[in-house]
């Protein structure tokens, strides 16, 4: 099931879909906020951003990478829409993510 949320601010206006934010972890919430907020690691990876998915499976969003199984940390996967691009990206519990493997978290 898709479910749409919007977030506004001075800067843009993002649609949220996927698995609702709002059913995460208040540390996870976080996390995926400050990814992909105004001038976040998202922004300046992609442009400016139009949406943001969080990829879920039966388990919930919260899992270890099967792209890279060398990576141990948890992550939530997000399919993000910017202006100069779209990729999957990995979202750590700290706020920071990539979009590629082998990239630095930032």
Same mark, same amino acid.
């Given at each position: 099931?898709?479910?749409?949320?919007?977030?506004?601010?001075?800067?843009?206006?993002?649609?949220?879909?996927?698995?609702?934010?709002?059913?995460?972890?208040?540390?996870? !919430?976080?996390?995926? &906020?400050?990814? *992909?907020?105004?001038?976040?690691?998202? #922004?300046?990876?992609? $442009? +400016?951003?139009?949406?943001?998915?969080?990829?879920?499976?039966?388990?919930?969003?919260?899992?270890?990478?099967?792209?890279?199984?060398?990576?141990?940390?948890?992550?939530?996967?997000? !399919?993000?829409?910017? &202006?100069?691009? *779209?990729?999957?990206?990995?979202?750590? #519990?700290?706020?920071? $993510? +990539?979009?590629?493997?082998?990239?630095?978290?930032?």
């Amino acid at each position: 099931m898709i479910r749409a949320f919007s977030t506004s601010s001075a800067k843009s206006v993002n649609k949220w879909l996927g698995f609702s934010r709002d059913k995460l972890t208040p540390t996870w !919430r976080k996390a995926v &906020e400050k990814f *992909t907020e105004p001038g976040g690691s998202a #922004e300046k990876k992609l $442009g +400016k951003i139009d949406s943001f998915e969080i990829k879920s499976r039966d388990e919930g969003p919260v899992h270890k990478s099967h792209y890279n199984p060398e990576d141990e940390e948890d992550i939530i996967s997000m !399919r993000i829409r910017g &202006e100069n691009d *779209t990729k999957t990206c990995h979202v750590y #519990e700290d706020g920071t $993510g +990539k979009t590629k493997k082998g990239e630095d978290p930032d």
